[in-house]
């Protein structure tokens, strides 16, 4: 069992950043993906960003693509999505995810909510105009 929780989020202004944080309990962090998915009011949750285990490897959707980054400290079991040139679309709850890293075998799984065994509460990320 994995217990996630994000933190981080807030009310910003259009072109501020921010930097979300999930912590991760349990001893084998570093052998899941973990993800971030956003839902805006009215909206399906999206798909923001993904990391494997080793941190190597990382996708994002091409909203995200240039002003966010994913990374990870499995030190910290932490994984953070620095969110840079904030836009007022970006506005939504932010979840964490985490799922067993076989389960990815090909990389458009990352954008798969079911391949995600555990999620956190979410965050509120705000962007003013």
């Known amino acids: 069992q994995v217990q996630l929780v994000e933190s981080g989020g807030g009310l910003v202004q259009a072109g501020d950043s921010l930097r979300l944080s999930c912590a991760a309990s349990?001893?084998?962090?570093?052998?899941?993906?973990m993800g971030w998915f956003r839902q805006a009011p009215g909206k399906e949750r999206e798909f923001v960003a993904a990391i494997r285990g080793s941190g190597g490897s990382t996708y994002y959707a091409d909203s995200a693509k240039g002003r966010f980054t994913i990374s990870r400290d499995n030190a910290k079991n932490t994984v953070y999505l620095q969110m840079n040139s904030l836009k007022p679309e970006d506005t939504a709850v932010y979840y964490c995810?985490?799922?067993?890293?076989?389960?990815?075998?090909?990389?458009?799984?990352?954008?798969?909510?079911?391949?995600?065994?555990?999620w956190g509460q979410g965050t509120q990320v705000t962007v003013s105009s």
């Open positions: 349990g001893r084998t962090f570093s052998s899941y993906v």
């Open positions: 995810a985490a799922g067993d890293g076989s389960r990815f075998y090909l990389y458009t799984l990352y954008t798969v909510r079911s391949r995600y065994d555990y």
